[in-house]
């Protein structure tokens, strides 16, 4: 295994060398020497990096996280639990489609004002229940 400098993990991987040193302060990862008064990692960084970035990318707090990782290199991802945040993704994923279309729909209203269209005075019915039902999803 290879040692690569703070800064080229910062340049590989798309992290500032500022959330590398706070990963390594919850633990995330483990620089395994220093070169002067700079930071080493072990090749083997990149992909607890790139699991950093897809479990953010999917919603996953830095403790979610930190929970997949073993002492060892090895990580194990509750099945479950990846179901539970892909179920929760594929809903906000329909809650912007409709977003999307709400607002095109608005953009391209011809009625003589928004505020006689029918269809925009239903959208601003149903936003505020689409926020609660939002807001119950992510507690």
Do not use: N, W
Not at 2 to 17: P, Q
Not at 103 to 128: G, I, Q, Y
Request: positive net charge; glycine residues 4%; charged residues 30%.
């Amino acid at each position: 295994m290879k040692s690569i400098d703070i800064s080229e993990v910062a340049k590989l991987s798309g992290f500032k060398a500022s959330a590398l040193r706070y990963y390594e302060t919850l633990g995330l990862i483990q620089s395994d020497s220093r070169k002067g008064l700079r930071r080493q990692y072990d090749d083997t960084v990149l992909d607890r990096l790139a699991l950093i970035s897809m479990g953010q990318s999917a919603g996953f707090s830095l403790e979610e996280i930190g929970e997949v990782f073993q002492k060892d290199e090895h990580f194990e991802i509750d099945r479950q639990r990846l179901h539970t945040k892909a179920d929760e993704v594929e809903q906000h994923i329909r809650q912007l489609r409709i977003l999307a279309r709400a607002l095109r729909h608005v953009a391209d209203c011809t009625a003589p004002s928004h505020s006689e269209c029918p269809t925009f005075r239903k959208m601003m019915t149903e936003a505020p229940k689409l926020a609660t039902r939002q807001k119950q999803s992510k507690q």
